[in-house]
């Protein structure tokens, strides 16, 4: 199989099965042979599901062949390792989990199955969506596929590394303070943090109640719109899903962004910014001017206090790992462990103080965003960082310009907008209004046709 | 003088106590440096400034715009 078809998007793969050109089947062996020839450098899948994977082709061909038009029918999916799949192991990156084997699916793993996708496998993540996997663990840590010494992002790094080396379409991923944004931007690829409720947390493992996000990862804009129009709505099983109707995310993808309002938030984002991204930032802010976009600078002064959704975070994770923490706390990862830890040090003043500057951020947000449409920032301040960086166990938890979207709920968009001198992938971040995920995958996608960084492919 | 901000060796082994959990010695300048970041805000914070915006229950009637599932 060709580099085209494993990079190919879902429209383009639709319509050639549909013409008869590519089958589910072929597409499926083909990328399987891939996983088994690039995996073993990428550590990006923890379980391969060969098996399932020809099954759910052949039955998509079979639909196909009965004229059945769901967009995602044939489509190659993974799944982070910490959404539940019936009767395929689910590890969380853990060896907590041993080779637990769930009775039961997570909402959105059901609903992409039921949109016809074919299920590859899961991919790794960091250990509980939290820790990342030091030398020794369970599971080596995946690679980044621009530069195999470098992390793929975390924690749904198996999600980020497997799209970027052309080995599945789609892939979920979770996102408390970056999850889904940060692989995107440091493997080169498009990742949506959707609104809080809009996308079911259910049977999707908990780091932080009020932080937590589900949402997916794909190639290009285009395709997580497809991917995301498959998994939103409200689901009874998540007690924050929201009741509010879903809208057609494809509809409005190509209305441009003409007459869009766009704030740069000048305050916070750009501390520590490296120059070249800076550079690749603004060069994108020339290029969504020139397609008819309103460009202006903003301040969201509270935002300086954003840090302290690590309280939140940290305080959330260890009341749902708690019992586990003092009854095995040897089969935690070392420094997962400790970070987890560190949630039993936050008083309960700590806590609440920190979800008030929660509140006055949000209430900041929400104002500014009656100014203007879409948020517009670096997603990460630097490119992905090397392994010998990452596994310095001193080195904390760096200040976040995902993290305030999580405080806010917002829905968020990554996307590729450069790359630095060493050949790294950098990454534009947008945010909009609640439940307005079509802005901004109108505003992303816009931006995605005037620009090539989404075809570069990495040397694997 | 000490900086009120700060987050001593002293006061973390203080709360580690209090939580009753244990974190091994060559751990602790992590976690200090883990908890002392995410609690700089709050510590610079004036609480009294800050205007309880969250309520406490929020209702959402069943027939407001209820789709999907």
Not at chain 1, 80 to 108: F, H, M, N, Q, V
Request: glycine residues 8%; contains cysteine; hydrophobic residues 40%.
């Amino acid at each position: 199989m060709s580099d085209e078809i494993a990079y190919a998007g879902i429209r383009d793969l639709g319509a050639r099965y549909r013409k008869r050109e590519l089958s589910p089947v072929d597409v499926t062996r083909a990328l399987l042979a891939r996983i088994e020839k690039l995996d073993p450098a990428l550590h990006a899948f923890v379980t391969l599901t060969a098996d399932r994977a020809l099954d759910d082709a052949r039955a998509a061909e079979a639909a196909l062949r009965s004229g059945d038009q769901r967009p995602l029918l044939g489509i190659p999916v993974a799944h982070k390792d910490i959404y539940l799949t019936r009767g395929i192991r689910t590890t969380a990156g853990s060896a907590l989990l041993a080779e637990w084997i769930p009775d039961e699916e997570s909402t959105a793993v059901r609903r992409w199955r039921e949109a016809g996708t074919v299920l590859l496998g899961k991919v790794i993540t960091h250990e509980f969506a939290f820790g990342i996997q030091f030398p020794g663990h369970r599971f080596p840590a995946a690679r980044n596929p621009w530069n195999l010494d470098h992390v793929p992002g975390g924690s749904s790094s198996g999600s980020g590394a497997a799209l970027a080396a052309g080995l599945v379409t789609g892939a979920t991923g979770s996102d408390t303070g970056g999850s889904i944004r940060g692989p995107a931007a440091f493997c080169g690829i498009v990742g949506l943090k959707p609104t809080y409720g809009r996308v079911s947390r259910a049977g999707v493992m908990t780091l932080s109640w009020t932080l937590d996000h589900t949402g997916p990862m794909a190639r290009t804009v285009e395709d997580c719109a497809y991917l995301l129009q498959a998994m939103a709505g409200h689901d009874a099983a998540d007690p924050a899903s929201s009741p509010l109707p879903v809208g057609d995310y494809l509809a409005t993808l190509r209305r441009g962004v003409g007459g869009v309002r766009i704030g740069v938030p000048r305050n916070y984002f750009f501390e520590g910014v490296d120059a070249e991204i800076q550079h690749a930032f603004h060069e994108a802010l020339e290029t969504l001017r020139r397609l008819g976009a309103e460009v202006r600078d903003v301040r969201i002064p509270s935002l300086h206090a954003a840090h302290s959704f690590l309280l939140i975070l940290m305080a959330e994770a260890f009341a749902y790992h708690e019992r586990d923490l003092r009854e095995r706390p040897e089969l935690y990862g070392e420094v997962l462990r400790e970070r987890l830890l560190t949630g039993a040090l936050v008083t309960a003043s700590e806590y609440t103080q920190a979800q008030r500057i929660r509140a006055e951020i949000c209430r900041e947000t929400a104002e500014m965003l009656r100014e203007v449409d879409v948020l517009a920032t670096p997603t990460t301040p630097k490119p992905a960082t090397s392994f010998a960086v990452a596994h310095d166990p001193e080195l904390g938890f760096p200040r976040s310009n995902m993290a305030p979207f999580n405080l806010t709920g917002l829905p968020t968009l990554a996307l590729p907008c450069g790359f630095s001198a060493s050949g790294l992938p950098l990454s534009l971040q947008l945010s909009g209004r609640p439940f307005e995920e079509a802005t901004v995958l109108r505003v992303g996608h816009a931006y995605e046709r005037a620009t090539a960084w989404h075809t570069r492919r990495p040397p694997v | 003088m000490a900086d009120p901000h700060e987050l001593t060796l002293d006061e973390l082994r203080e709360r580690i106590r209090v939580a009753g959990i244990t974190i091994a010695e060559h751990r602790l300048a992590m976690v200090r440096k883990l908890l002392a970041d995410a609690l700089a805000p709050v510590r610079a914070l004036d609480s009294r400034a800050i205007r309880p915006v969250e309520p406490a229950v929020k209702f959402v009637l069943e027939s407001e715009g209820r789709g999907g599932e």
